[in-house]
Structures are given as structure tokens and as C-alpha cells.
């Protein structure tokens, strides 16, 4: 188990940029995977991006795909989340979660962060 806090969330104009970042504590942060969900009001939890435990692979939402970055560094025991050209629809509540599993399913992940807010305005 790994425990999970996320930061660098808040309010931003759309088109602008936030950098989410997700520390762990846990030894075996490396052994990872890492993703990133989000969760608007009133929708179910959606997959972002996630990030397998050596970096070599990446994938991303559709929603997403050539606007926001996963990536991680695990000497420091960080992943991170860049997110540019925001938009209105990505105002949700991000969170992130670790797996040993390689997936993208919600039910696969069993450690969890508090989530941050993210608020895109016009």
C-alpha cells in the first residue's frame, strides 16, 4: 500500500496551464503504476493518463490526448500531472491513485489520494 497526496490544484482561466503533482511516502512507489482520474459534479470517476512504473509507457483519455502530460520521478517519490490548453470540461476533481496492475479501469487501482480541485473559468 501507498499512500497518496496531491497538490497544485486551484482556479485557472481556459487556455491557461496547471501542474498537478502527487508525492507518496511509500518505499515502493517505483513498483507503480500511477494514473490520474478526475471527477466532475454529478459524472462518474474518469481515467486521465497513467504512467507505467519505469516511464516507458504512457497513455492518456481521449479527452486529453496532446494536452495534458503524465510523467514521474521516483527518486523522489513523485508523479505529475501537466495540463495546458485547459478547458471548461476539465473542471473536476483530480485524483491520484497507484495499481500494480497496468490498466485504466477505476476498479484496478486500490490506492487513492484526497484529490485536488481543478476550476477552469472563462
Known amino acids: 500500500q501507498v499512500q497518496l497526496i496531491e497538490s497544485g490544484g486551484g482556479l485557472v482561466q481556459a487556455g491557461g496551464s496547471l501542474l498537478l503533482s502527487c508525492a507518496t511516502s511509500?518505499?515502493?512507489?517505483?513498483?507503480?503504476?500511477v494514473a490520474w482520474f478526475r471527477q466532475a459534479p454529478e459524472k462518474e470517476r474518469q481515467f486521465v493518463a497513467l504512467?507505467?512504473?519505469?516511464?516507458?509507457?504512457?497513455t492518456y483519455g481521449n479527452s486529453v490526448k496532446g494536452r495534458f502530460t503524465i510523467s514521474r520521478d521516483n527518486g523522489k517519490n513523485k508523479a505529475y500531472l501537466q495540463m495546458n490548453s485547459l478547458k471548461l470540461e476539465d473542471t473536476a476533481v483530480y485524483y491520484c491513485?497507484?495499481?500494480?496492475?497496468?490498466?485504466?479501469?477505476?476498479?484496478?487501482?486500490?490506492?487513492w489520494g484526497q484529490g485536488t480541485q481543478v476550476t477552469v473559468s472563462s
Open positions: 511509500g518505499r515502493t512507489f517505483g513498483n507503480y503504476v
Open positions: 491513485a497507484a495499481s500494480r496492475l497496468y490498466s485504466d479501469k477505476e476498479k484496478d487501482y486500490n490506492n
Open positions: 504512467i507505467t512504473p519505469t516511464a516507458v509507457n504512457t
